[in-house]
């Protein structure tokens, strides 16, 4: 087995933030993952000829900017057509408040941006991948305030998310719906991080994605980066069966 990789010494985060972190960080990774789950109404708008990281200093001031957050930068079809933002967020576990209330702060800051560079205003997406234990509460921000029908949701503030649950997706599906090995792997790690078996069922799937002679330099980081991320689970997992 490789050796630890020397980076993660620098993220003093949750295990789950720094391996999102380590392949979200990789444009070609990310650009896979949006092309294998956004709806085709949206892959058909897109100009994926630009798509490079953008500063993630967009999180709100009073809760600090987190690892865990990915912004790239692309642009619609057309002459005159707006950029347009993934944000993408990830989540191994529910958090406390509806998950609007975290992303609507990001999304004003890059309008926000947008407006001062004479851009205009943005098209932003939303990405929220999610592998926690939970179901997750896929819901408007209406549907949080006690009280209100359906007549008065439009008088809240709406807006969706690509949502890639993991949790409800099967490997089987996965296998089916991913082309890229490695990308594959990656999600198989996230999906079955908690599951000893799940993970242990899947490790030909994941480990397929290993070709030392195939993969370029960056493709041997994520690899032993993901080895690393395995490798720290299963340490949990002992630790927690004494």
């Not at 990789?26 to 897109?46: G, N």
């Not at 865990?68 to 406390?96: C, N, T, W």
């Not at 030392?212 to 340490?235: C, F, H, M, P």
């Amino acid at each position: 087995m490789p050796q630890d990789v020397t980076p993660f010494s620098l993220y003093r985060v949750p295990v789950h933030d720094c391996i999102f972190k380590i392949f979200m960080s990789q444009s070609e990774i990310a650009l896979q993952l949006i092309r294998t789950f956004a709806p085709l109404h949206l892959l058909k708008v897109m100009d994926f000829s630009i798509f490079q990281s953008a500063p993630t200093a967009h999180a709100d001031e009073q809760s600090g900017t987190t690892l865990s957050d990915m912004v790239y930068q692309s642009r619609l079809k057309g002459k005159d057509a707006a950029d347009a933002f993934f944000l993408i967020e990830h989540k191994s576990y529910i958090p406390e408040h509806p998950i609007q209330l975290q992303l609507v702060g990001y999304i004003c800051h890059i309008w926000r941006n947008g407006l001062i560079n004479n851009r205009g205003l943005d098209f932003i997406v939303p990405v929220v991948l999610y592998h926690g234990e939970a179901a997750w509460p896929h819901q408007p921000l209406a549907a949080h305030i006690k009280g209100l029908t359906k007549q008065q949701y439009n008088f809240v503030v709406h807006f969706d998310y690509l949502f890639i649950n993991l949790r409800d997706t099967s490997e089987e599906t996965l296998a089916k719906k991913v082309s890229s090995a490695l990308l594959l792997s990656w999600l198989l790690a996230l999906k079955f991080a908690r599951d000893l078996e799940g993970l242990t069922r899947n490790l030909p799937r994941i480990v397929a994605s290993m070709d030392g002679e195939a993969l370029d330099a960056g493709e041997q980081l994520l690899w032993r980066s993901l080895v690393w991320y395995i490798k720290k689970n299963s340490t949990a997992w002992a630790t927690k069966s004494k």
